[in-house]
């Protein structure tokens, strides 16, 4: 019976109108099926599948650019903006169940406060546009809801499409490496690789650390692009000032979660600037292969952990830190990658 046998359920019950408009024209419309079976649809889907689904049935991507814009003035003016289509919100599980609204409200929450475009087919992915990526963000609310986004894959996009999340306060994890946990983020130079602009991104992802009083931002990782951006001979790499300046930026933005390691609790544990070491949270030095990258946080777990004796390390193949409660480490190598179970790596 399956999914066929859901859609014809519910498209032959207490739909007369749409079956009249429907049968004058010979056939059944995507626009005919009910509300309740594009859900039922969708729930076979992953979860980025399903905003692309939701978006796709409700209009073309480029204009949810325009309802993005429509809702700021909407906001400027103190004018509620208008809610997402109902065969959206349906999709996207954003429907209010009448007896239990508290706790359709939370589920809705939880389930899109992560958004990994891994769970696409590559295929995919790679052809996913700035405004695919904006419609996403805007049907499900990311500003508000979105607490981690990777955007594994996206070698398309120049950073426009994540205009939607400027100013979020709730967004705690941020990977714009383009790559799966376990690959390596080396996947083109700066003149025939990813397409991402520091120009475009960098003025967003300040908008989400302007005042680190409200904002949640924990965990970022910055694209191999962006920490690579020329080189002028094979071992000075030509790094943009704009990158720079924000890697400055967020390293001090970093500095109010430094403290003392809560694993090892030893008198010397400490984390972020405060580390006797003088480890930065971000590496600020050009000459480092690993430049750009941010100290002291795991990728899994996004909890914060001290260099000292062996709480977090980071995998020289995929260039991410990890505790070691989340990843073992093998000589500077997560298993993972020792393992080759990602064949970038």
Known sequence: FGVKGTVATMVTSNHSK?????????????????DEALAAIAQFLTKPTQALFAVAITAPSPS????????????????PPSPPSSACQAILSLNPSPHNLTKHRDDA???????DFAYIEPSLTKKLSDDDIAAVLVSINAVNKLE??????????????????????????????????????????????PLLSEDVVIPILESIIDNEETSSL????????????????????????????????????LEHFGGTCTKCKGDDA??????????????DDEESSFYGLQNFTCYICTQHFCHTGTCVGRCVECEKVY???????????????LEGKKSTC
């Open 148 to 193: 981690s986004l990777k955007l594994t894959g996206c070698v398309n996009i120049a950073g426009h499409g994540l205009n939607p999340l400027r100013g979020s306060t709730v967004l705690k994890q941020l990977d714009l490496s383009l790559v799966g946990q376990h690959e390596s983020p080396n996947i083109g130079s700066a003149d025939d690789g």
């Open 270 to 283: 400490y984390w972020g600037n405060e580390n006797i070491n003088g480890i930065p949270w971000f590496i």
């Open 18 to 34: 749409r079956q009249k408009t429907s049968s004058s024209q010979g056939g059944i419309r995507i626009s005919d099926i009910p």
């Open 323 to 337: 505790c070691n409660d989340c990843v073992t480490m093998e000589a500077e190598t997560c298993r993972e990658c």
């Open 109 to 115: 929450n939880k389930k899109w406060a992560t958004l």
């Open 64 to 79: 949810w650019r325009e309802s993005e814009l429509t809702t700021k003035v909407q906001l400027e003016q103190q004018r």
């Open 218 to 253: 924990k965990q970022l990782q910055l694209p191999k692009k962006f920490r690579s951006i020329g080189c002028s001979n094979i071992n000075k790499p030509m790094i943009s000032q704009l990158v720079d300046n924000f890697i400055l930026k967020y390293d001090s933005f």
